[in-house]
């Protein structure tokens, strides 16, 4: 069982940057590949980010590369997401997801959901 808690969501103006942070309980955290998803309203939840179990690996969708940084730090069970340059278009509640082992793009693939935290960009 793995439990998730995103924090460091907030209201930013466009070209402004947040960090999010994902907290994670449970001894198996480095077994898991960790992925960020984000749903804005009225759209389907997409995927956005993903690293490895280890870290060595990372896959982003081309709307956030170059702009969004995932890793992790095994030591503190936490997931971070760096997002520079923000614009409107990246408004959403953002989720932490677990998926066993496998790095993935598909959120059907992931196991374990947080609660997610509200990302606000104004122009």
């Known amino acids: 069982q793995v439990q998730l808690v995103e924090s460091g969501g907030g209201l930013v103006q466009a070209g402004g940057s947040l960090r999010l942070s994902c907290a994670a309980s449970g001894r198996t955290f480095s077994r898991y590949a960790m992925g960020w998803f984000r749903q804005a309203p009225g759209k389907e939840r997409e995927f956005v980010a993903a690293?490895?179990?280890?870290?060595?690996?990372?896959n982003y969708a081309d709307s956030v590369k170059g702009r969004f940084t995932i890793s992790r730090d095994s030591t503190k069970n936490t997931v971070y997401l760096p997002m520079n340059g923000l614009q409107p278009g990246d408004t959403a509640v953002y989720y932490c997801a677990a998926n066993y082992l496998h790095l993935s793009r598909a959120v059907g693939q992931y196991d374990y959901w947080g609660q997610g935290t509200q990302v606000t960009v104004s122009s």
């Open positions: 690293v490895n179990w280890s870290g060595s690996s990372t």
